[in-house]
């Protein structure tokens, strides 16, 4: 008899234990869940929309207007770049403060050389460059190339985009620095100008100096560790 009930109690103890434990399996997976939950969301909110031709246009207008930075340094091994952005090519402007606010140029390269003409930055071989520009947007700048800027030497332009297009609009990613002594007046009407070099043209003619391969690469690479945002 005191068998059987020592029996009985073990057993009911024993299910206990694994009904706790159940339900504490339970609890734990919901956390879980829950946590699994809130990170994703997390990782799929965006702060600003993905961009396209279709609202590009809208979005640097409201996003000039409440940044009006103006200054920005792009950050080399050569030295530093400083760069003025001009006010009336607002939509060109404010692409700019807003990919190097969000470290796209970071780790960049000038990936196109010129001797005695430009040096062009903002594109890289790597694969992280294709998924940055994923996450920002696909789209194109229109010209504006009637504010009275010139392709002066020290002068900031966007290259036409690489997909062949009549209206000659800009690569938003893109951007080349005209080194050339007397300029090169032959690109005005074609490309937008849209800032100069205030500081570093010590630095630009350095970079434009540095060997190439046939296809106007640099054969070391020249990167852009980042471009900051300047007073």
Request: hydrophobic fraction near 35%; aromatic fraction near 12%.
């Amino acid at each position: 008899m005191r068998i059987l009930l020592f029996f009985c109690v073990c057993l009911i103890i024993s299910c206990e234990g694994k009904q706790t434990s159940k339900q504490n399996t339970k609890v734990t997976n919901s956390k879980v869940e829950t946590k699994t939950e809130a990170s994703r969301k997390q990782k799929d909110e965006r702060e600003y929309p993905r961009l396209t031709d279709d609202n590009a246009m809208d979005f640097f207008r409201e996003y000039g207007n409440n940044h009006k930075q103006d200054k920005v340094r792009i950050v080399t091994d050569f030295g530093n770049i400083d760069i003025l952005l001009y006010d009336k090519t607002i939509f060109h402007r404010a692409n700019f403060i807003f990919l190097a606010e969000q470290k796209y140029y970071d780790f960049t390269q000038f990936y196109r050389v010129v001797p005695n003409f430009i040096i062009q930055g903002g594109s890289s071989d790597g694969m992280n460059i294709a998924k940055r520009r994923k996450k920002i947007g696909r789209y194109l700048l229109p010209p504006d190339t009637k504010r009275g800027y010139t392709h002066k030497r020290g002068a900031v332009s966007m290259p036409s985009s690489e997909i062949e297009n009549p209206y000659k609009l800009a690569s938003p990613y893109q951007f080349f620095i005209v080194n050339r002594k007397g300029g090169a007046p032959f690109l005005d009407g074609d490309y937008t100008v849209f800032g100069e070099v205030i500081s570093g043209m010590d630095v630009v003619d350095k970079i434009n100096a540095v060997e190439t391969d046939e296809g106007e690469w640099p054969v070391k690479s020249v990167y852009i560790k980042t471009v900051e945002i300047i007073k």
